[in-house]
């Protein structure tokens, strides 16, 4: 008995140091990475804080007013010159990776998930910007062979930007104590960028930008044709259709070559998507708006930065969302009291964001006035939030009304009928133009009775067609 004490106590004590030397190593390196991740934060605001210096603020102020583009001579490697300019152009760049190819997946994607009459509206531009021509051109080869089709029609255009146009991308500066293979990646794929950009400028009214690893949802490009005729009179640099790096970036293309010349400007400082996000901020768009569900899905399974793994995923996506809201140009007022900046515009945005108000009244209202007289055919309205399952309307009806004029309340309309109540806090009428007979040009959700919680109204969704003069 007592050898096998004595081996027990031995056993436990050679397992206690162990844990004792896992725990030490765990928490040195724990420490180690909390150290890195601190230095990484402090080299990031030394960057912006270069990025805002007093050096650059006439360089902003230039770019505020900067429409001349950047003087490159680009390689056609497939399609020609547009005759025509078309309503948005989609643009990737592509480089060779060390591991996979995701390239002619993508332009599948995109032609395969768009009609003919969207096909008819759009561009895509792709810049091989590797600088192995015998490369590129064997991609061209496949891309000619696939999507012989889409050239000829003029849907596709591939360029080249010679290497001699590019600036120094060796010896760096190496903010973030990046690698210095790592600075000279991002930064040239910064100039990659900027070049796309710059061709891109004249193309069409809209710019979306892509990375050449992604799916796309069904008819995205009508969903963003939706978007965009809602925030019609609205003021937006960027949107967003999904919440990862660069994909999914809308901008207005008269934006273009300030954006070219802001990326080239600070092509060393920091990656891409950082400097889209200061290029919004000095535009004067202080929040991202961003879109959901997302229109594009990240597919690539090896990054192109040394072939590592990158499984990232977008959980918003959905491929097959057909039923975006039209959501029509509008004026909304309310008289809930709003919550800091939780506007309520954002509630009637189709963007992840919302309008929490506090404890509403019976007689409280939020108004919804059109622009132009609409056929309505359903409204959802989803109160409440994951996280705050209290703050829905507990008692509220929605109406729609007509012959709109200004009150001293702001504009609203002189008659109004009640579709029906709220359950459970959602609201949901299909067939709206089988209950009314006439053009809707408010909607208004009226509270019938007081509650101590407060209000989200997390989505206003609105299917609409304009009426019809006579």
Known sequence: MRCYWKRSVTTLGFSLCLCLLVYICTKDDEEESALKMEER??????????????????????????????NVTYQYLAGYPLLKKKYITVGLSSVKRKRGNYLLETLKSIFKQSTNEELTEMVVVVHMADFDMPWNMQVVQDISTKFAHHIISGHLIIIHAPEQHYPPLTGLKRNYNDPADRVTFRSKQNVDYAFLLNFCANLSD???????????????????????????????????????????????????????????????????????????????????????????????????????????????????????????????????????????SKAYSNSDEYFWGKSPSTGDFF??????????????????????????????IVEVGKNPTLTQKGKDCLEYVKLKQFQNGLFDQKDVGNIINFTVECVRIFVTESQSDWLIIRSISIWAKQATSL
């Open 206 to 344: 809209y710019y979306i930008m892509l990375e050449d690893d992604v799916q796309c949802s069904h008819s995205f490009i009508t969903a963003i044709k939706k978007v965009l005729a809602s925030k019609e009179g609205s003021y937006w640099v960027t949107l967003e259709f999904s919440k990862l790096g660069y994909i999914g970036k809308l901008y207005h293309s008269t934006d273009l070559p300030r954006l070219a010349h802001f990326l080239l400007m600070f092509y060393q400082e920091m990656p891409c998507d950082w400097l889209l996000s200061h290029f919004r901020g000095l535009l004067t768009q202080k929040n991202v708006i961003r879109f959901k569900p997302s229109l594009f899905q990240h597919i690539g399974y090896y990054s192109s930065f040394r072939g590592t793994e990158n499984r990232l995923k977008d959980d918003d996506f959905e491929e097959d969302f057909f039923d975006i809201p039209d959501n029509p140009p509008a004026t909304i007022s309310t008289s809930l009291k709003v919550f800091e900046n939780y506007d309520p």
């Open 367 to 396: 108004t919804i006035v059109f622009m132009k007289p609409m056929n309505i055919t359903r409204i959802h309205i989803v109160t409440g939030s994951e996280d705050r399952h209290g703050d829905v309307l507990h008692s509220g």
């Open 41 to 70: 934060r402090l080299a990031k605001e030394i960057a912006v804080q270069q990025l805002y210096s007093e050096r650059n603020v006439q360089n902003f102020r230039e770019l505020v007013n900067f429409s001349s583009p950047i």
